[in-house]
């Protein structure tokens, strides 16, 4: 029953396995539209699946939406995974987002970390980086939001394979990064990604490792603004909106600085939301909540990229 | 499975720079074993820690000498956790 997107219980948080499953019953309830294609392999060896909302043609424009890349961020994949139903199940029937899938692709990696996400049910629920080995060290693990290369290892990472920001040996030296590292490059007409993590309410844009501007931060600030109005219509969950470096710290190493300096103008990262009581453990009955108002912030985003090609 | 029993996730609203500083000095102190949910940053960020049980009454003593206000945010991390565990098992059935 779980596989049915009309049974499955969206306000809970799942295994992998679940969600992996689900995923099927999603693609089979909207053939002509979502494919769950297969971009590799964790270090553990685990599949990694990404959703392709697509209504025909080769590599059109595509918006790229991650979620969960640390593992303990749970209302992250929770969002995720509400997130490919709704866009399964508006389109045809919501205007905007129907138009947008008629020239445009989404993409949306739900679990980002699979072997991290699954330690965090089995064995560490506070568990963060991936589960590679660390020659020399006890402690396993990469900060794989600290790995892209961009400015890696500088300031706001950690040489430490014991730290939870560690940022490993080299840039992408996790294969869950490079995976998606290859797909974008592969892909090459991404004009927007979006990665979900949680918590503090934030919705950020390039760069963490360098606190200067960047080129279309105005742009992108306005962009940003926009979105976090909408959001905040629907429950009043209040949102700052900045550069990484000028709003949380400098913090190297990150996807959306390595994919702005790709090229790809539209990179932001969600923070979401926190009650103010429970952190990383928000309960299950707040998951339709942020999810709903964080789709709102989305959709802002990407009908903007829709309607300001580049 | 690791266990979190007495562990204590505690917030503190930093009002100065000389907060911030302290509160970075207790992070790079791994002797604790604290983990930073929220990091020490600016004034306008508060500041989240999970202290484990063993390190509660030395890191609690630490902010109170420097006259650092803090709130207990959760008090016992594991009753959240076995709350968690049990609507997921629920959920499964």
Known sequence: SERSSKSFNFGAYHSLETIYSWMDGLVAAHPNLVTKEQIGTSYEGRPMYVLKFSTGGDKRPAIWVDSGIHSREWVSQATGVWTANQIASDYGTDASLTSLLKTMDIYLLILANPDGYVHSHTSDRMWRKTRSKNPGSMCRGVDPNRNWDAGFGGPGASTNPCSDSYHGPSPHSEIEVKNVVNLVKNHGNFKSFISIHAYSQLLMYPYGYTCTDALHAAELDSVGRSAVQKLSSLHGTTYKVGSICKIIYQASGGSIDWTYNLGIKYSFAFELRDTGRYGFILPANQIIPTASETWLALKDIMEYVRDHSY | ?93
């Open chain 2, 1 to 93: 499975e690791k266990v979190f029993i007495g562990d204590q996730v505690i917030r503190v609203n930093v009002e100065s720079e000389e907060q911030i500083l302290l509160l970075r000095a207790l992070e790079q102190d791994t002797y604790w074993d604290l983990d930073f949910w929220l990091h020490p940053v600016n004034t306008e960020v508060p500041v989240d820690i999970r202290v484990p049980s063993s390190s509660l009454y030395a890191v609690k003593d630490y902010l109170r000498a420097h006259n650092i206000q803090f709130s207990v945010m959760i008090s016992n991390l594991q009753e959240l956790l076995d709350e968690e565990k049990a609507e997921m098992e629920e959920n499964n059935m």
